[in-house]
């Protein structure tokens, strides 16, 4: 997943860095072995998944052209893990500069059956001139497998990635390889009644600080999920929804919008600015 738009510093230093920062882990979520449904469904309201959504979101603070794309693809991948076998959905991310695509990373998330979403991993490419240079950032639990990038770390367990009920205070880690330079503790700032982004205005907003160790800030609505991030350089934020009918129609979808993002072309519908964005109710 994206880091706040930072790269991973996996060299001695930097983990020297992240062990001295890191905040304390005092969090009251989730503990002990989660136990995970079978059906493969996300419907924790601060992350839901819905297959075959594309979610756009533009540098709307910053000095260069860049975009994020999230592709909730419909696609499993099944982990080994605690005796058991674990089934994850799969979401895709882009993210394109100037012109220029710099990572595409699958990432693999599961519910339990309490509501919290564990993170299982992800592999990740990143480009230099249209072509694959490195795979920086990679790691999966139960570790890689035929067709992931060599170089991948092992992780022993999935980590939270979000409780279903988060509360001012809590802290989790994200991402738990200390040893590899992978780290995560995202800690919960605030909720707030709503906030507007390029899309429309969002209610009921969780603020979650990450720190990696570089520190930066998450916005998820709940009902819809992740809407903006920033860092005291830049902010992302949402600017377009788009969602398909199958997979075939989300892959053309896809490709249209990278082809147009590549060549400059692409705008967002800039009508969506005033309209009230709360997607699906949950708990």
Request: aromatic share 10%; with cysteine.
């Amino acid at each position: 997943m994206r880091r706040l738009l930072i790269s991973l510093l996996p060299c001695a230093s930097a983990l020297a860095l992240c062990m001295a920062t890191s905040p304390p882990v005092g969090a009251e979520v989730p503990g002990g072995t989660p136990t995970f449904t079978s059906d493969a469904t996300i419907d924790n309201p601060w992350v839901p998944f819905r297959d075959y959504r594309i979610r756009i979101y533009e540098q709307t603070k910053g000095g260069s052209d860049k975009y994020v794309i999230d592709v909730f693809t419909g696609r499993t991948r099944t982990f080994s893990w605690n005796g058991s076998s674990v089934t994850c959905r799969e979401l895709q991310e882009w993210e394109i500069e100037d012109g220029g695509i710099l990572e595409i990373s699958l990432n693999w998330f599961a519910q339990a059956t309490n509501g919290t979403v564990y993170y299982f991993g992800e592999t990740v490419d990143q480009y230099e001139d249209g072509e694959i240079v490195a795979h920086g950032g990679s790691w999966l639990v139960g570790g890689p497998q035929a067709g992931d990038p060599a170089g991948t770390v092992t992780a022993s367990d999935p980590t939270v990635f979000m409780p279903r009920h988060p509360a001012v205070g809590d802290v989790w880690k994200a991402e738990d390889l200390p040893d590899e330079g992978i780290e995560e503790f995202d800690t919960v700032l605030r909720i707030r009644k709503n906030l507007r982004v390029p899309l429309g205005r969002f209610r009921r907003v969780l603020l979650v600080q990450e720190e990696t160790p570089d520190v930066g800030t998450k916005w998820y609505a709940k009902g819809f999920g992740f809407i903006q991030q920033a860092d005291d350089e830049e902010t992302i934020s949402l600017v377009e929804v788009e969602d398909a009918d199958d997979a075939d129609d989300m892959a053309e979808e896809l490709d249209e919008l990278v082809e147009e993002l590549l060549a400059g072309e692409w705008e967002p519908d800039r009508g969506h600015g005033r309209r009230d964005c709360d997607d699906e109710d949950d708990d």
